[in-house]
């Protein structure tokens, strides 16, 4: 088995090296015949959250989301409330798992503490451990390879779209004793901390002998992930340097050649369209809400995009070769072409350009690349580089055309 990380939601590298650390102990243990358990031997039946509305009034105890878990913690002081007039069924305690089931499907977190009287929303399962078996050693074998393989078999290889109570009680790990459990998870737990530079792993009080190799190997990751790091600075600096030949490159090529014309974007699009607002929800309870921050690195997960409800979409619904543009925060002035997209609108945030004729929507994009557009985005804002994107100054971004373009529609 790979300990390569294969999941629907993109892992940062020290949720991929964990991952990695834990996935190497369960395969020893396997190998050397430990007892495989169900997750329906090691918890009692998965529960499904509660279904309501979130509210800032505290009307009730609060209300835990998934887009409340950030980074593996929970601020509790942001967390809503909600009605609920008989939480038993729902109420989270220290030591609960919780598993999304939309969104970053499958991702759990292990609730540490809870403060006062939480419940949990029903886009998230949640498993509770026997006495018997440790919770975070549980939550380790949720974070490992053979969890996604078996999730991934369990869909019969399809693209993972859903996780239910039952699947999850058919998983089946490795389940050494109690003591074995408590080592383990303690010492991916340093691991963890070791990685985000808050200890350093140390040795364990009861660590067993049959796992010296893995904890040898685990330890050695920590060295590889800075060299990783390493790797990445380097490669950021040559992106940055092949992106400034791009662009120099690109302004060449649409610098304006004889037979060359200029238009308007007001020109060949239709007016600029300002997003909806509205708040983005994981209930699939209306279209995809594309938001600035669904856009990384040029692309969109839309298995991660959240929903929201729009009863009257039609004038917000994104159609191939949409470009977007971001008119706030550290992306503002950048765009994106909208490609195979499942129902989606977009956010208040977000400007649409619909281009009708003249030029294709691709030519359009790449323009927007280019050190002329953002020449002329910056320009209004007297030498201080901060861009300020609204619809009427997309409408007047001049772009050069080639000959042969007036007459031709998209």
Known sequence: MSVLVETPFKLTLEETLCSAAATLCLLELAKIGTPILTIADMCFSPQYGFTASASLEQLGPRFVR??????????????????????????????????????????????????????????????????????????????????????????????????NGKMLSSLRFPAPSREVQDAIANFLNSFRKQLSGRETVQSQTFFPSFLHEQQRIVVRIEELAAKIEEARGLRREAVETLNGLIASSSNAIFKPHPGWTEAYVRDFCDHPQYGYTESATTEPIGPRFLRITDIQNGQVNWNNVPFCRCPNPEQYLLKENDLVFARTGATTGKSFLIRDCPEAIFASYLIRLRVKRLVSAEYLYRYFQTPSYWTQITNEKKGTGQPNVNGAKLANIRVPIPPGSMSRDV
């Open 66 to 163: 998934i887009t409340d878990i950030k980074g593996g913690t929970i601020d509790w002081n942001t967390v809503p409330f909600c009605d609920c007039p008989n939480p038993d069924s729902y109420e989270l305690g220290a030591g609960d798992i919780l598993i999304a089931r939309s969104g970053s499907i499958g991702k759990s977190f292990i609730v540490t503490n809870v403060p006062e009287t939480a419940v949990f929303a029903s886009y998230m399962i949640r498993l509770r451990i026997k006495p018997d078996f440790a919770s975070l050693y549980v939550y380790w074998c949720l974070q490992s390879q053979q969890f996604w393989q078996q999730i991934t078999e369990a869909q019969r290889g399809s693209a993972m779209n859903n996780i």
